[in-house]
């Protein structure tokens, strides 16, 4: 018998790989308008497009403004231009098609799929997520996937997740388990929403919002450990 019997996976840097694939994406991308795919370019669109999402979780930006601005903000930087529609459509074309997981990710959630629910819940672009999911090699263990997008409500959001109970049959708060890498969305919304947090924390990152999470883990294995409550 498991702890929990409902886990939320977060999908990038938790199960998907997304660092590899944004540097995929994004090193084609530039080399598709003229621009060279260098370490350092491709270092700054990552810091701009991160700072970018962090200005969506706070509501400070709307997902379809992201998906240009960041763009604009890059070329501004490199002193560049480039068509920024053309550039962000290019981009989550090759963003879609990249499906790499996180080492451990499909064994992991293949062993919690026998006896737990699991969901995943992200706030990446619909068409960019549904794509990379449906390609991806955890099809059979998820019951759904849950994206910000069409729910309305960005993580951390209290709406969000109060959304995503309703749309889970039998939704049991204390049998869920919140999985993410990311403070200020994944364990921010959990912890706001009342459901217990487990951090993957591979790098060992400070809490630096000293938030009540319950678990910490640095490596996927540890996750099964957490929700089977050894």
Not at 78 to 98: C, E, F, K, P, W
Not at 165 to 189: E, Q
Request: glycine residues 6%; aromatic residues 10%; hydrophobic residues 45%.
């Amino acid at each position: 018998m498991s702890r929990y019997k409902t886990v939320l996976f977060d999908a990038d840097n938790t199960l998907f790989d997304f660092s590899r694939a944004e540097l995929s994406a994004i090193a084609e991308t530039l080399a598709l308008f003229g621009i060279a795919p260098t370490a350092e370019h491709c270092a700054r669109y990552s810091r701009i497009n991160d700072e970018m999402w962090k200005r969506l979780e706070r509501g400070e930006i709307t997902k379809e403004a992201l998906r240009v601005v960041r763009f604009v903000a890059f070329l501004e930087e490199i002193g560049a231009r480039a068509d920024v529609n053309a550039m962000a459509d290019a981009y989550l074309t090759r963003l879609s098609v990249q499906t790499y997981t996180i080492a451990g990710a499909t064994a992991l959630v293949q062993m919690l799929a026998a006896d737990c629910r699991l969901y995943i819940i992200t706030n990446g672009i619909a068409c960019v997520q549904k794509r990379r999911f449906a390609a991806s090699p955890f099809v059979p263990y998820f019951k759904g996937l849950f994206i910000s997008e069409e729910i309305g409500f960005e993580k951390p959001h209290p709406a969000f997740f109060a959304a995503v109970a309703a749309k889970i049959p039998d939704f049991d708060a204390k049998a869920t388990l919140v999985v993410g890498d990311s403070l200020s969305s994944d364990m921010a919304g959990g912890v706001a929403a009342g459901l217990d947090t487990c951090w993957y924390n591979p790098k060992n990152t400070p809490n630096s919002k000293n938030l009540p999470i319950t678990y910490t883990v640095r490596t996927l294995e540890e996750v099964l450990s957490v929700v089977r409550g050894a």
